[in-house]
């Protein structure tokens, strides 16, 4: 199928403020990176749109966190039921703007429902501290205020929802902002927002990369939820410093895979090449990194050169496409650059070529025989390439995985779950899967250390940071 979408579904964006569909100061081109066409005119915020929106959100913060969690949970559920109503239109609008395959776009829809009604279930009960003779002591958890919610262009629903859920449900207001190349989709979730929440509960604008700085400075902001770079959270939190924002910062990873001795290259190669190629390798969690032990090294190269040769990377409404172009022109100029030194320094075993004609494609590319002080090893490429890396002792895998400024995840391939466990004790992130990959229910939290983050999403404890602990001590 190649369905272009109709003028009515692109043609119509509006930003949402103060429970207002409104067009920006001016608009800003999405590019379909597939094409390097105009998707739309995406409307663009100015300051003063960004000043009106979280003046709406703090003006409906007071009855929104006087509404019952209850009732903020059954309007959440809405719109779970909204987004899956408007699953497949949202989804090719999806692919449009950030080049990944219909199905992945699918998927990526499915899991943002999935995580809406996964959150929403949690609860935030009063919790007795203590209870003696003389005094009673409760901790509740109250609100914050308003939430700035900041979101990358690898997976724009499912990374607003995340955020946008659990602020909700715990009783704040949210104002959200895209990223520049992929606003499209979340403005659509925004107009399905307006019809499901109070005005001013959400507001969604967009930006020319230029209105996230004026949300972490404003006074009004109780909270930064943000994923992106880790160069951009260090400005995050620098600008949070003066009025003393919350912040949960999910950052850039450059996640080792481990594979053991024990393993079967045949069976264990499609399962690292899906951890590594994922939505073509823009995950902040996909494998970038993969260990093997001298013993099977080759047998495991040359099956990961076949699956990358097999590959079928296109336009991603094209039916069969697996792999879409890179989203933007600058990720795709900086992952071109990353390969042109792994070719200088090792040896490319699959893809690598130059792409013709428009679109921002790279093929899955292999590279063996690579010292970790390349590029495509030590950076985080955010691309298809795959560096396999050669170890004979698994003690100095573990610490050549460890030796990164980042540490979001790590996965561990072996047939022995007691020898995998204990490698994931050794790990220094913040998530380890063992032979599995980007398992993350909305019931599980993540986060990560080092360089790749500040606090959690997801589960309970990702609930948590939305909140504010209040403790009532009452004598008795
Ligand atoms: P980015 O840091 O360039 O942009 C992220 C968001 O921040 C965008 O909305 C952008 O407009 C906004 N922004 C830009 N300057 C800002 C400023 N000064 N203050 C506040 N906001 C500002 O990141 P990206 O290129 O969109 O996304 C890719 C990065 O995101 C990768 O590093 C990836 O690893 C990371 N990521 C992390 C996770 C995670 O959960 N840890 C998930 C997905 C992506």
Same mark, same amino acid.
């Given at each position: 199928?190649?369905?272009?979408?109709?003028?009515s579904?692109?043609?119509?964006?509006r930003?949402l403020?103060?429970?207002?569909l409104?067009p920006?100061?001016?608009?800003i081109?999405?590019?379909?990176?597939a094409?390097?066409?105009?998707?739309?005119?995406?409307?663009?915020?100015?300051?003063?749109?960004?000043?009106?929106?979280?003046?709406?959100?703090?003006?409906?913060? @007071?009855?929104w966190?006087a509404?019952p969690?209850?009732?903020?949970?059954?309007?959440l559920?809405?719109?779970?039921?909204?987004?899956?109503?408007?699953?497949?239109d949202?989804?090719?609008?999806?692919?449009?703007?950030?080049?990944k395959?219909?199905?992945?776009?699918?998927?990526?829809?499915?899991?943002a429902?999935g995580?809406?009604r996964?959150l929403?279930?949690?609860?935030?009960p009063?919790?007795?501290?203590?209870?003696?003779?003389?005094a009673k002591?409760?901790r509740?958890?109250s609100?914050?205020?308003?939430?700035?919610?900041?979101?990358?262009?690898?997976?724009?629903?499912?990374?607003?929802?995340?955020?946008?859920?659990?602020?909700?449900?715990a009783?704040?207001?949210?104002?959200?902002? @895209?990223? @520049?190349t992929?606003?499209?989709?979340?403005?659509?979730?925004g107009?399905?927002?307006?019809?499901?929440?109070?005005p001013g509960?959400?507001?969604?604008?967009?930006?020319?990369?230029?209105?996230?700085?004026?949300?972490?400075?404003h006074?009004?902001?109780?909270?930064?939820?943000?994923?992106?770079?880790?160069?951009?959270?260090r400005k995050?939190?620098a600008?949070?410093?003066?009025?003393?924002?919350?912040?949960?910062?999910?950052?850039?990873?450059?996640?080792?895979?481990?594979?053991?001795?024990d393993v079967?290259?045949q069976e264990?190669?499609p399962?690292?090449?899906?951890?590594?190629?994922?939505n073509s390798?823009?995950?902040?969690?996909?494998a970038?990194?993969?260990?093997?032990p001298?013993?099977?090294?080759?047998?495991?190269?040359?099956?990961l050169?076949k699956?990358?040769?097999?590959?079928?990377?296109?336009?991603?409404?094209?039916?069969?496409?697996?792999?879409?172009p890179?989203?933007?022109?600058?990720?795709?100029?900086?992952?071109?650059?990353?390969?042109?030194?792994a070719?200088a320094?090792?040896?490319?075993?699959a893809?690598?070529?130059?792409h013709?004609?428009?679109?921002?494609?790279?093929?899955?590319?292999?590279v063996?025989?690579?010292?970790d002080?390349?590029r495509?090893?030590?950076?985080e490429?955010?691309g298809p390439v795959?560096p396999?890396?050669?170890?004979?002792?698994?003690?100095?895998?573990?610490?050549?995985?460890?030796?990164?400024?980042?540490?979001?995840?790590?996965?561990?391939w072996?047939?022995?779950?007691?020898?995998?466990y204990?490698v994931?004790?050794?790990?220094d992130?913040?998530?380890?899967?063992?032979?599995?990959?980007?398992?993350?229910?909305?019931d599980?939290?993540?986060?990560?250390?080092?360089?790749?983050?500040?606090g959690?999403e997801?589960?309970?404890?990702?609930?948590?940071?939305?909140?504010?602990?209040?403790?009532?001590n009452?004598?008795?």
């Open positions: 199928m190649n369905a272009q979408l109709k003028p579904q692109t043609g119509d964006f930003l403020i103060g429970g207002k409104v920006g100061a001016s608009t081109d999405v590019i379909n990176p094409t390097e066409q105009v998707v739309a005119a995406c409307p663009r915020a100015d300051v003063a749109q960004a000043n009106e929106a979280v003046a709406a959100a703090k003006a409906a913060f @007071p009855g966190a509404t969690l209850a009732e903020r949970r059954a309007l559920l809405k719109l779970a039921d909204a987004i899956d109503a408007r699953k497949m949202l989804a090719r609008l999806l692919t449009q703007e950030q080049g395959p219909l199905n992945g776009a699918i998927f990526e829809l499915m899991v429902s995580n809406i996964g929403a279930a949690l609860e935030l009063v919790e007795t501290v203590k209870d003696t003779d003389e002591v409760v509740v958890r609100p914050l205020g308003v939430v700035a919610a900041i979101t990358p262009w690898n997976f724009p629903v499912i990374m607003m929802v995340t955020k946008l859920t659990p602020a909700l449900l009783g704040n207001t949210v104002v959200v902002k @895209p990223a @520049p992929t606003p499209l989709t979340t403005l659509k979730v107009e399905l927002c307006a019809e499901i929440f109070p509960v959400v507001n969604v604008i967009a930006d020319a990369n230029d209105l996230g700085g004026v949300l972490t400075a006074p009004d902001v109780a909270k930064i939820a943000f994923t992106g770079s880790t160069a951009t959270g995050v939190m600008s949070a410093a003066a009025t003393l924002k919350r912040l949960t910062l999910e950052l850039g990873g450059n996640d080792a895979a481990i594979v053991l001795d079967n290259p264990i190669a399962k690292l090449f899906f951890a590594a190629m994922v390798g823009q995950v902040c969690l996909a970038k990194r993969i260990f093997v001298e013993s099977i090294y080759d047998a495991v190269c040359a099956e050169a699956l990358a040769a097999a590959a079928k990377v296109g336009n991603g409404l094209d039916k069969g496409v697996e792999f879409g890179l989203q933007n022109r600058m990720q795709f100029e900086k992952v071109k650059a990353i390969i042109e030194d070719r320094q090792g040896k490319i075993i893809g690598g070529e130059p013709e004609g428009p679109g921002f494609f790279i093929r899955p590319t292999i063996s025989g690579l010292p002080s390349a495509l090893v030590c950076e490429q955010f795959m396999v890396l050669k170890y004979s002792k698994l003690e100095d895998a573990i610490a050549r995985a460890n030796a990164s400024e980042y540490g979001l995840g790590a996965t561990v072996s047939a022995s779950p007691e020898r995998a204990e994931a004790m050794k790990l992130t913040g998530t380890v899967w063992i032979n599995k990959h980007l398992d993350l229910p909305p599980v939290p993540y986060g990560g250390t080092k360089q790749s983050g500040y959690v997801l589960g309970q404890q990702g609930l948590l940071e939305f909140t504010q602990t209040k403790i009532i009452m004598a008795k």
